[in-house]
C-alpha cells in the first residue's frame, strides 16, 4: 500500500485483531497468495491508508477494518459454491430468539488444478470462520469471533522441466496452521458505549526440505523449522457521544509467545548444521485517546488522537513516551460535492518476531531494536455527483524511521518479505530510513441495479537508505505506479459480466552472486543462489498487466436460487517476466579441487509465468 510492504498493513474484523488474513503466509512479514476471509460475509470495509484509528495499534501503511454480516434472526439459508479450486459452504440464522449464528467452512482443492498446469507445488488450503452475535438485554450485546486457516503445499516431484528443476532444488514442504477466536461484549449506555473485547491469535508454521527432495537419508536434510507465534490481547473502550463531539478512550494489554526451533544446513559455518532454538514472551501495553468533531452544517469535521504504546522486551521500549502516536486529519465542504481533506500522523510498530526473538549462544542478540515508525502526510480533494459518481485524489508523502537493516546484507528486513519461509532471524540494527511519495486518485460510478465501476490509480516511488549518512536507493516495492479497475453490468433475464483490470509497474531485483552461488558448498546449503546485495535492486522488471472476465446466470425457484458462472482469468494470456534464474547442472567443473573450492558448472533459466485460467462454477443458495 502506497509504496510500504506487506507486513506494514494490519487487520480487524469486527474489533478483534487478525495478524494475518492470508494462506501460505510468510512468517516475519505477513503477506499470501489466497484470502482467508469469505467475502460472502462481509457487510462493510473501512480502508485506511493514513490517520488510523488511535485504537487500531501496530499500522504503518493501512489498517483494513472491516465488520461482517449478522446472522437473519429469523430464517436459516445457505450457500454452497462448486469451483474450479474450491468448494465451500456458508450460512447463517438462529440459534435462539436473540441469539443469531453466521458462518463458512471451504475446502480447496488447488493441488489437482495445479497438477493439470504442469506446477512443481501442489497447495492445499482449508478455512473457516464463524460469528456468533447474542443480544443479552436490551443494552448489552456479546459477539464470539473465530477464523482458522490450514495450509499444506506439497512438493510435485515428478514435473520435470528447467524452471520446475529450480523450484524443486529449494522449495520446501510447507504446513501452517493460524486461528484467531475473541470475544466482544458491548453495553450501549445512552450517549456512551462501553465495549471490553478478549482475543487470542495463533500461527505454527512448519517448513521441511531435503536435498533432491529425497528423504531417504538424514545427510540429505536441508531445513526442519517449526516457528509458532501467539498473542493475546484484552482491552477496553468507551466511547461517548455528546453533541458535536465523540470522544473514545481506552486500554489494552497484550500478551505474545514466540518460539522457534530451527534444524538448517547453513554455508559458511564451522559445523554443517545450525541447531537454533529460541523461546519469548513479551508483555505489552496500549493507551488511546481520540476526539472527533462535526459542524453543525457537516462542512467541517476534524479529528485528532494520540496512542502510546510500550513492552518489557527492552527498557527503551517499556518508555511508552518513546513510542507517542500523534495524528489528526480535518475535513472541509467548500461548495455543492466538493470537499478538501488533509491528515497527519506519526505510528509505531513493533518489529517482527522473529527478529527479537533471535539468539545467538542463548542470548537475545537484537535487544538495541527500537519500535518501527513512520510519519504519514496527506492532502487531497473530493467531487460527488450525489452517490453515483464519486472522484478523489490526494498526495502522500510518508518518512520512515528506526526500520530494521540486516546486519549482514546491508538491506532493510521490510525488503526481504517477497518469498516462501521466514525472515528476521537475523542479527538487526534500527539505523535504516525510507520514504515513499506519489499521487493516488480513485473514482466511483454506480446506477443502481444496473452499473458498478471503481477504479484506482497509484503513482509513487518508494526509496530507502542505511543509515541518514547513505542515499536513497529504490525499494522493493517500488513498482511506481499500481492500477484497479473493476466493474459489473447487470444485464436482463438474471444475467451479469463483470470484468477486472490490474496492472503494476516493474518491480526492481537484484542481481546474483555468481562466484559464491556456484561453489558446492554453498549451493549445497540451501539449492538456490545467493544475492548479490552490493548491487542491491540495481534491474528492473517489465510491467504486467491482467484482465479478468466472469459472466453469471442467476435462477431463481420458489425456496432456492441456482447460479452458474464462467470466470476467466488473464484472459489476454500475459506473461509475467521474472530474473532469469541462475541454477547449478549439478556438474562439478574442478573435481581435484579441496572441497572448499570446488564449483557447479552454472546455468540461467529463463522465469516467464501466465496462462489463461478458465473456472466453471455452480453456487446453490437455499
Known amino acids: 500500500v502506497r509504496g510500504g510492504g506487506p507486513s506494514e498493513n494490519v487487520f480487524y474484523m469486527d474489533g478483534i485483531e487478525i495478524p494475518n488474513i492470508n494462506h501460505f503466509a510468510t512468517q516475519g512479514a505477513s503477506g499470501g497468495p489466497v484470502s482467508i476471509v469469505n467475502a460472502d460475509l462481509v457487510r462493510e470495509i473501512s480502508f485506511y491508508t493514513g490517520a488510523f484509528p488511535a485504537d ?42 436473540r441469539t443469531t449464528y453466521l458462518f463458512s467452512v471451504r475446502q480447496s482443492y488447488l493441488q489437482l488444478l495445479f497438477k493439470m498446469l504442469g506446477l512443481p507445488f501442489l497447495p492445499n488450503y482449508i478455512d473457516a470462520q464463524i460469528k456468533i452475535k447474542s443480544k443479552l438485554s436490551a443494552r448489552d450485546e456479546l459477539t464470539v469471533l473465530g477464523l482458522t486457516g490450514i495450509d499444506n503445499m506439497r512438493l510435485n516431484t515428478d514435473e520435470k522441466g528447467e524452471e520446475a528443476e529450480y523450484l524443486l532444488s529449494y522449495l520446501p514442504r510447507i504446513r501452517q496452521e493460524t486461528f484467531t477466536v475473541g470475544a466482544v461484549y458491548r453495553h450501549y449506555a445512552g450517549q456512551h458505549t462501553q465495549s471490553v473485547s ?25 531445513l526442519r523449522l517449526r516457528s509458532v507465534e501467539q498473542k493475546t490481547t484484552l482491552r477496553g473502550e468507551n466511547r461517548s457521544w455528546l453533541g458535536r463531539w465523540t470522544l473514545t478512550e481506552g486500554a489494552e494489554l497484550n500478551y505474545r509467545r514466540y ?11 564451522e559445523t554443517d548444521f545450525s541447531d537454533y532454538d529460541t523461546r519469548l514472551g513479551i508483555a505489552g501495553w496500549g493507551l488511546f485517546f481520540t476526539a472527533a468533531y462535526e459542524s453543525s452544517d457537516k462542512r467541517f469535521t476534524a479529528s485528532a488522537g494520540l496512542r502510546a504504546d510500550g ?22 465542504a467548500v461548495g455543492p460535492g466538493w470537499s478538501v481533506s ?24 537484537n535487544r538495541s531494536l527500537d519500535y518501527m515508525r513512520v510519519g504519514v502526510f496527506s492532502a487531497g480533494v473530493d467531487w460527488r455527483l450525489r452517490d453515483r459518481l464519486i472522484v478523489s485524489v490526494e498526495g502522500f508523502y510518508k518518512l520512515y524511521g528506526d526500520i530494521p537493516l540486516s546486519v549482514a546484507d546491508g538491506i532493510p528486513l521490510s525488503c526481504k518479505g517477497n518469498d516462501y519461509g521466514v525472515v528476521g532471524n537475523e542479527e538487526l540494527r ?30 509513487f516511488r518508494s526509496e530507502y537508505r542505511r543509515d541518514s549518512a547513505a542515499p536513497y536507493i529504490v525499494s522493493a516495492w517500488d513498482s511506481r505506479f499500481v492500477v484497479n479497475l473493476s466493474g459489473t453490468y447487470d444485464l436482463p433475464r438474471s444475467w451479469s459480466v463483470g470484468a477486472r483490470l490490474s496492472a503494476v509497474g516493474g518491480t526492481p531485483y537484484t542481481s546474483y552472486d555468481v562466484g559464491k552461488s556456484s561453489l558446492v558448498e554453498a549451493w549445497n546449503a540451501q ?17 504486467f498487466a491482467q484482465l479478468d472476465l466472469r459472466i453469471d446466470k442467476t435462477f431463481y425457484f420458489r425456496h432456492c436460487m441456482l447460479g452458474l458462472y464462467i470466470d476467466l482469468q488473464n484472459v489476454t494470456g500475459s506473461k509475467l517476466r521474472q530474473p532469469d534464474v541462475l541454477m547449478s547442472t549439478g556438474v562439478v567443473e574442478n573435481p581435484e579441487a579441496p572441497a572448499a573450492e570446488q564449483r557447479y558448472r552454472m546455468k540461467y533459466i529463463r522465469q516467464e509465468s501466465g496462462t489463461l485460467i478458465p473456472t466453471l462454477g455452480i453456487t446453490v443458495e437455499f
Open 527 to 543: 539449492g538456490r543462489p545467493y544475492y548479490d546485495y552490493a548491487r542491491y535492486n540495481d534491474g528492473r522488471l517489465d510491467a
Open 259 to 269: 518460539t522457534n526451533r530451527t534444524l538448517q544446513r547453513l554455508y559458511g559455518r
Open 430 to 459: 534500527s539505523s535504516a530510513e525510507g520514504r515513499s511519495y506519489g499521487v493516488e486518485a480513485m473514482a466511483r460510478w454506480q446506477i443502481p441495479g444496473k452499473v458498478n465501476l471503481v477504479g484506482s490509480v497509484t503513482l
Open 198 to 222: 478478549l482475543s487470542h491469535n495463533y500461527l505454527n508454521n512448519r517448513n521441511l526440505k531435503y536435498r533432491d527432495n529425497d528423504a531417504s537419508s538424514d545427510e540429505n536434510l536441508m
Open 342 to 365: 488533509g491528515s497527519a500522523g506519526l505510528y509505531c510498530q513493533l518489529p517482527p518476531y522473529t527478529a527479537l526473538g533471535f539468539k545467538e549462544e542463548d542470548a537475545l542478540v
Open 56 to 97: 487500531r495499534a501496530g499500522a504503518l501503511s493501512s489498517v483494513l477494518d472491516f465488520r461482517l454480516r449478522d446472522g437473519d434472526p429469523e430464517k436459516h439459508s445457505f450457500k454452497a459454491t462448486l469451483g474450479a479450486s474450491e468448494v465451500s459452504l456458508s450460512g447463517n440464522g438462529p440459534l435462539s430468539e
Open 311 to 332: 513492552c518489557d522486551y527492552s527498557g527503551r521500549m517499556a518508555r511508552v513516551w518513546r513510542q507517542l502516536s500523534p495524528r489528526a486529519s480535518v475535513s472541509y
